[in-house]
């Protein structure tokens, strides 16, 4: 089975700032895909960016990227220029793939965004 | 043009009802989902569909029985409700169950008293 691991629970930054979020898995299979989410206190989830293992490029959304380092099993989420409507819950997931589609989520890590 | 949505938002209610949650997305995905997310913000996987078939089914008591109509709609009922089902439920849906993107709903809350 797989597991997801995020080891902060609380982080906070200051606006402008850049921060970044860890989360290690733990797998045995190669072919993969990893998700971060945001969960603002609206609670809707939000997919932020998505990173296919057999990809070696970091996948990188505007101001959202990841460091992908899979020989570690890391997959650390870098904010740049961080904005107050960025404080919410970040949750790391791992999606093996063709089996099933079951996301496996981390415990989260809550951001606070401070001006 | 909402593209999943769940009714209702929040849900109170007695211990020893029965309640349902509505789920529907207009995105044309094949494969659609229920998560569970408790009070410790941890969110786990409780059911997959395909094309009205389950898929997933989790270690989920049997009281919780999702029903799809078609493949726009997965609806969770639950029987006899208990204090411990308290908690956010997550519909999603992805295009197919190979390793596409999931995209969730706003959540229901629910309470039982």
């Known amino acids: 089975a797989q597991t997801v691991t995020q080891s902060q629970p609380e982080m906070s930054v200051q606006e402008a700032e850049t921060v970044t979020l860890s989360c290690t898995y733990d797998?045995?299979?190669?072919?993969?895909?990893l998700f971060w989410y945001k969960q603002p206190p609206s609670r809707q989830m939000i997919l932020v960016i998505r990173?296919?293992?057999?990809?070696?490029q970091n996948a990188t959304e505007n101001r959202f990227s990841v460091n992908f380092q899979k020989a570690a099993k890391s997959f650390s989420l870098k904010i740049s220029d961080s904005q107050l409507g960025d404080t919410a819950m970040y949750f790391c997931?791992?999606?093996?793939?063709?089996?099933?589609?079951?996301?496996?989520f981390g415990g989260g890590t809550r951001l606070m965004v401070k001006p | 043009d909402t593209a999943v949505s769940q009714t209702p938002k929040y849900l109170v209610t007695q211990m020893g009802n029965d309640k349902s949650i509505k789920c529907e997305q207009n995105?044309?995905?094949?494969?659609m989902y229920w998560y569970k997310q408790d009070s410790k913000k941890f969110l786990k996987i409780m059911f997959s569909y395909n094309n009205k078939e389950l898929i997933i089914n989790e270690t989920v008591p049997n009281r919780f029985s999702p029903k799809s109509p078609d493949k726009a709609h997965l609806n969770l009922h639950i029987n006899s409700l208990e204090l411990g089902d308290s908690a956010v439920y997550f519909c999603?849906?992805?295009?197919?169950?190979?390793?596409?993107?999931?995209?969730f709903g706003p959540g229901t809350r629910l309470l039982v008293l």
């Open positions: 997931a791992f999606l093996l793939h063709n089996a099933g589609n079951m996301l496996t």
């Open positions: 995105l044309g995905h094949d494969t």
């Open positions: 999603a849906s992805s295009q197919d169950p190979s390793g596409e993107t999931q995209y």
């Open positions: 797998t045995s299979e190669s072919n993969y895909y």
């Open positions: 990173q296919e293992a057999y990809k070696q």
